[in-house]
């Protein structure tokens, strides 16, 4: 190929257009947004910040955001490149967000819903003390209101940062999630590319009805470790939504072009007379860890 071939790539200008990481189509960068960040030619699902996220699945205007002021502690004084409080600027500046998670409530097809959603962009979606407590709080008002929660998880996983207080999130979650459903609640989990570490160990994989979106990575542990620990080889497309819905573990694959429409008749399926639902518990609130 000619120097000159290379130099006209070069000067293509920066950010209006995105190569797919599966089929390598050069893609209009726009065009790709407006598709909800879906490879319009291999159906490749690339990362969605949490609000266009929550703006595609939920109904116009109808979202209420909640503890939007939530901010973590600095209990270990953690420092690795950066102080554990100027990572967070950092990552609040680039991703517009305040944490990894934002949560609310808003309506599907007119059907009320907790909803929390976890955000890449923001230090690989982990979960720290805020991301547990948003998720908790948003199944606790769920449980409240006796409307659907739905938690959209796209996470590394526990955030070191944080230490034993990430890992306690797995508790806290789950234990949330174990009173909405002994109170008859619904829960949607669904799993995004990627969904792993305590994510996966936790909330991520209690939903009533697991959805993943096509080609997302979801384990616990990488691949190379278990092929490590086990010293065994292992199968083709382990860990990918394909694999887990063919062993069991995920209820259906669904693109996020036809989330909403899925999420929807789920909740009409599920969901049908919430008012005469019986409520076997009481709906008091977890400690939570802050
Ligand atoms: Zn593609």
């Not at 004084?77 to 409080?85: E, L, N, R, T």
């Not at 805020?130 to 409240?144: D, P």
């Not at 995920?250 to 909740?267: A, F, H, N, P």
Request: charged share 20%.
């Amino acid at each position: 190929m000619p120097w000159s071939r290379f130099r006209r790539k070069r000067d293509m200008p920066e950010g209006l257009w995105v190569q797919c990481k599966r089929c390598t189509e050069t893609l209009f960068k726009k065009d790709l947004e407006a598709n909800l960040n879906v490879c319009a030619k291999c159906g490749y699902h690339f990362h969605l910040p949490a609000r266009e996220r929550i703006a595609s699945i939920l109904d116009e205007s109808s979202f209420i955001e909640q503890w939007a002021d939530l901010h973590p502690p600095d209990r270990l004084a953690f420092v690795d490149k950066d102080p554990y409080p100027v990572k967070l600027a950092k990552s609040a500046k680039r991703s517009g967000l305040p944490e990894a998670a934002i949560a609310g409530t808003g309506t599907i097809d007119q059907n009320p819903v907790a909803i929390c959603c976890l955000d890449f962009f923001f230090m690989g979606g982990s979960m720290g003390t805020v991301v547990g407590e948003k998720v908790t709080r948003t199944i606790e008002l769920a449980t409240e209101r006796r409307i659907p929660a739905l938690v959209i998880s796209c996470s590394g996983g526990a955030r070191m940062h944080e230490g034993a207080l990430s890992l306690m999130q797995m508790a806290k979650t789950s234990g949330a999630i174990a009173r909405h459903n002994g109170a008859g609640g619904l829960y949607l989990s669904v799993l995004s590319n990627p969904t792993t570490g305590g994510v996966i160990a936790s909330f991520a994989a209690l939903g009533d009805v697991i959805i993943a979106e096509p080609g997302a990575l979801i384990g616990f542990a990488g691949p190379r470790v278990i092929q490590e620990t086990l010293r065994t080889e292992l199968p083709e497309g382990f860990q990918t939504s394909e694999f887990l819905l063919e062993h069991g573990f995920v209820d259906r694959i669904t693109s996020r072009l036809e989330l909403k429409g899925e999420l929807s008749k789920l909740i009409r399926l599920l969901w049908a007379y919430p008012a005469s639902r019986p409520t076997k518990i009481s709906t008091q609130t977890a400690p939570t860890v802050k």
